[in-house]
């Protein structure tokens, strides 16, 4: 089995999955397309946001990266009824927007690197392959640092950021605790089925993606305020 992207990518070469133009036409080839990037909400991914962010379900949500993924309207389903779903790709958010119209779901392009919204307007935020995506930038080390830091000025005091990575803790951690003011912890989920073929993560390797993705399954990286 192919990861999703696969597909789509072999078709346009010299790729940036960190860059708003590729989501953009990766969106707009195929605008009714549902595809969930790495784990589904059935499960693993559903129990860990219960456990690590269901006692702020009243609470605002901003979903960073919300694609072409139903995570959001899943989740208004589970009771969080006060959700911003946000991208930076225009195409995905026109997408999700005409699939989902729920009251208390609203959504919104935004960068995940400078977020336009005031400090502490959030309880929690979940991002599910943002950040992946980030790591493919030529300067990663720079940019996940600086999306840490625009998470952490968006959450309340303790406020939880749920990212959930194909990518392994000895590559995370280190980025995302250098923001001094978040408490970074790894909690293993589940590894998608497509990633259970070597020769799958040999060819997203080979797109772009960061080596350290063929070490092991996805985790979900619990970031909390202080």
């Known amino acids: 089995m192919r990861h999703p992207i696969v597909r789509f990518a072999r078709a346009r070469p010299h790729l940036n999955f960190a860059s708003p133009t590729f989501w953009d036409d990766r969106y707009a080839d195929d605008p009714n397309d549902e595809t969930e990037w790495l784990l589904a909400y059935d499960g693993a991914l559903e129990n860990a946001i219960e456990q690590h962010a269901g006692a702020s ?7 960073l990266g919300c694609g072409s993924s139903p995570l959001c309207a899943r989740l208004h389903a589970a009771g969080f009824q006060d959700i911003l779903a946000t991208d930076v790709s225009a195409a995905a958010v026109r997408a999700a927007a005409a699939r989902h119209s729920l009251p208390g ?13 005031a400090d502490a307007s959030f309880a929690t935020v979940i991002d599910k392959g943002t950040l992946d995506a980030i790591l493919c930038s030529d300067a990663f080390d720079v940019d996940v640092p600086r999306m840490a830091r625009e998470v952490e000025r968006v959450l309340r005091r303790d ?6 990575s194909l990518n392994q803790p ?7 605790q250098s923001v001094g003011s ?23 390797v080979g797109l772009g993606a ?4 063929a070490a092991g399954g996805t985790h979900m990286y619990v970031c909390s305020s202080s």
Request: charged share 20%; proline share 13%; with cysteine.
């Open 159 to 164: 406020g939880r950021w749920l990212c959930v």
């Open 182 to 204: 978040l408490r970074v912890s790894a909690v293993p989920l589940a590894r998608p089925e497509w990633a259970q073929s070597p020769a799958a993560v040999a060819e997203v």
């Open 210 to 213: 960061p080596p350290l993705v």
């Open 105 to 117: 779901l609203r959504f919104e392009k935004a960068d995940a690197l400078a977020l336009p919204f």
């Open 170 to 176: 000895a590559l995370v951690l280190p980025l995302l």
């Open 57 to 63: 379900r009243g609470l605002p949500l901003l979903e």
